[in-house]
Antibody
């Protein structure tokens, strides 16, 4: 079955960086884009960015431009999201999701909790 | 890139129907039939329940239906059940390769 499995929880100090992974299985990785979405505890979903897994093209939310990089390794069927210059308010669960042809997200990874604290 | 606007909470009794609105602009919902809806239970990842405004993925209950009028999309849950108690989010293509989500609605089954 189609599945996305994300890397484990991370703890970082303010100012540091974190790189998360999202391994896809059950489908041809390069035929579907991948989105990254975060959810601060108790708050709503927030779109961070997107990668065309076929050609590597990316686009980011204005809120995260300059701090985020989304990449992929087609041989490993894995997507990555790196967030730099972390702040305490970046504490959140970060999700990857497979994007359908008309911009829907399905399925989602299980989420990775990133805690930013000194 | 503002979030789509949803009511913070909606409630209903078992068996009733409820509707959740999702208000956008002419740049997103109003310009594209690319609205999706997601159900999220506490501590779980979101689950797709509606795509392309009104299409249901395989396996999703027929009690969930979607529609759109102008800049506003709606999700209706008919025959409300206890298991429907969850958070619901809308999403839309926003043009320029941007995606946007809604502010989220907590559904309570009384």
């Amino acid at each position: 079955q189609v599945q996305l499995v994300q890397s484990g929880a991370e703890v970082r100090e303010p100012g540091a960086s974190v790189k998360l992974s999202c391994k896809a299985s059950g489908y041809t990785f390069t035929t579907h884009a991948m989105q990254w979405v975060r959810q601060v505890p108790g708050q709503s979903l927030e779109w961070m960015g997107w990668i065309n897994t076929g050609n590597g093209d990316t686009n980011y939310s204005d809120k995260f431009k300059g701090r985020v990089t989304i990449a992929r390794d087609t041989a490993a069927s894995t997507g990555y999201m790196e967030l730099r210059y972390l702040r305490t308010e970046d504490t959140a669960v970060y999700y990857c999701a497979r994007e359908g042809g008309t911009y829907w997200c399905d399925p989602w990874g299980q989420g990775t909790l990133v805690t930013v604290s000194s | 890139q503002s979030a789509l606007t949803q009511p913070a909470s909606v409630s209903g009794s078992p068996g009733q129907s409820i509707t959740i609105s999702c208000s956008g602009t002419s740049n997103d919902i109003g310009n594209y039939n690319l609205v999706s809806w997601y159900q999220q239970h506490p501590g779980k990842a979101p689950k797709l329940i509606i795509y392309e405004v009104s299409e249901r993925p395989s396996g999703v209950s027929h009690r969930f239906s979607g529609s759109k009028s102008g800049n506003t999309a709606s999700l209706t849950i008919s025959g409300l059940q206890a298991e429907d108690e969850a958070d619901y989010y809308c999403g839309s293509y926003g043009g320029g390769r941007i995606r946007v989500f809604g502010t989220g609605t907590k559904v309570t089954v009384l």
